[in-house]
């Protein structure tokens, strides 16, 4: 079945490289990815999916289905860009290694039985479309997601930090600032806040981090400012002490308040994402299939210090986020315009039909062996 992967595979290479490229080349804003949407669901419908486009009723979201039994194997397409800097964190790759990996497994599905799943995840950098995915009940029925992300290093899936994006905002009354001199205003409340949350940072939970900005607080110095709002990032090893720290900053905006007395509200300003909690039976699993397929040297599990809304998806259904190596030079940094162009190399490519061959056998030992399945649940269901 492996061979036939690999085989077919080898039969649609161009396919796959046209897909990164076209990523790269027309890089599209999270929630705007129109063509890359299109583009991607033109080469699924080809290879004969039953493709569910404004999956969800997002714009440029997709579920593309092949096979109708169980077990059901979920790879991940995510496609947005970053103004004026496109695909620096290789979302185009992404795309291609799960376009690879489907496609590969697809072709052995009639046979082993089974089910593949292609999400069309846009929105990344904004909250993700994964997230909605998940209240929406979408995991309930997948048995495994698997994922692979261009990187600088090969490592096994890890996990990520908790994010609450949180935003405060205070407001008074307004007025010329020489006549309401002696009054409090909402700068007034939101610097003293920035100024409390400071003095406690010392005293909360290790490994956390807040930052924040000022994203309204006034125009000009003539007029006082009646609205102020502030943005605050809080990274937490898990959701449980992220919600404590939140708990901590609406204490200090309900203090200001009440001492100044002006009026706050609270919102999240993006959707939070979970961290990631890897199941080790998979990882340990596609690994195993990553040196099969030719990628030798796979490094330890890290932290990613960032939120990925592949985190949540984790608390739902048996989960892994796997780094691929695809830059030959250490200059060569993740996150930069070379990183963006480097998805496109020799060298990228190769590690990316490996990575897409790895995910697809992980697909098809998961749907033979039983007991494999039996044991990734297992493990899932202990941590959750």
């Known amino acids: 079945m492996k061979q036939q992967v690999i085989s077919y595979l080898s039969t649609c290479k161009d396919t796959l490289f046209n897909s990164a490229k076209y990523l790269y080349e027309n890089p599209e804003e999270s929630y705007k990815e129109y063509n890359a949407c299109n583009y991607l669901i033109n080469i699924l419908e080809n290879h004969n999916f039953k493709v569910e486009k404004n999956f969800l009723n997002i714009d440029t979201a997709f579920k593309a289905t092949f096979g109708n039994s169980f077990p059901k194997i979920c790879y991940i397409c995510e496609y947005d860009a970053i103004k004026n800097q496109g695909h620096i964190t290789g979302h185009n790759l992404i795309s291609e290694i799960s376009l690879g990996a489907a496609i590969g497994l697809s072709k052995v599905i009639e046979k082993i039985g089974g089910t593949v799943i292609v999400l069309g995840c846009p929105g990344e950098y904004l909250g993700g479309a994964k997230i909605t995915m998940c209240k ?62 400071n003095s406690i940072n010392k005293g909360l939970p290790e490994n956390t981090q807040v930052d924040s900005v000022l994203s309204e607080g006034g125009i000009t110095p003539l007029l006082v400012p009646n609205k102020t709002e502030a943005k605050f990032y809080i990274r937490a090893d898990n959701m449980q002490i992220a919600n404590y720290i939140e708990k901590k900053i609406k204490v200090i905006a309900e203090s200001v308040t009440s001492l100044m007395d002006i009026s706050y509200s609270s919102s999240f300003y993006e959707l939070p994402y979970e961290n990631l909690i890897t199941n080790s039976t998979l990882s340990r699993l596609f690994c195993h299939n990553l040196k099969e397929s030719g990628i030798i040297e796979i490094g330890e599990p890290i932290k990613i210090n960032a939120g990925i809304s592949l985190g949540t998806v984790s608390h739902f259904v048996p989960s892994i986020h796997s780094h691929i190596n695809i830059i030959e030079s250490s200059n060569v940094k993740y996150g930069t315009k070379e990183f963006a162009s480097a998805t496109l190399s020799e060298f990228a490519q190769d590690a990316a039909i490996k990575a897409a061959h790895a995910l697809a056998f992980t697909g098809i030992d998961i749907i033979e062996k039983e007991p494999l399945l039996t044991e990734i649940k297992k493990e899932f269901s202990k941590k959750k």
């Open 136 to 197: 929406q009940g979408v995991f309930e029925d997948i048995d495994a997601v698997l994922m692979a992300h261009p990187d600088v290093c090969t490592r096994e899936s890890g996990t990520s930090t908790a994010i609450l994006p949180l935003s405060i905002e205070f407001n008074s009354n307004s007025g010329l600032s020489y006549i309401n001199k002696n009054t409090y205003n909402a700068l007034d409340a939101m610097i003293l806040t920035f100024n409390i949350l």
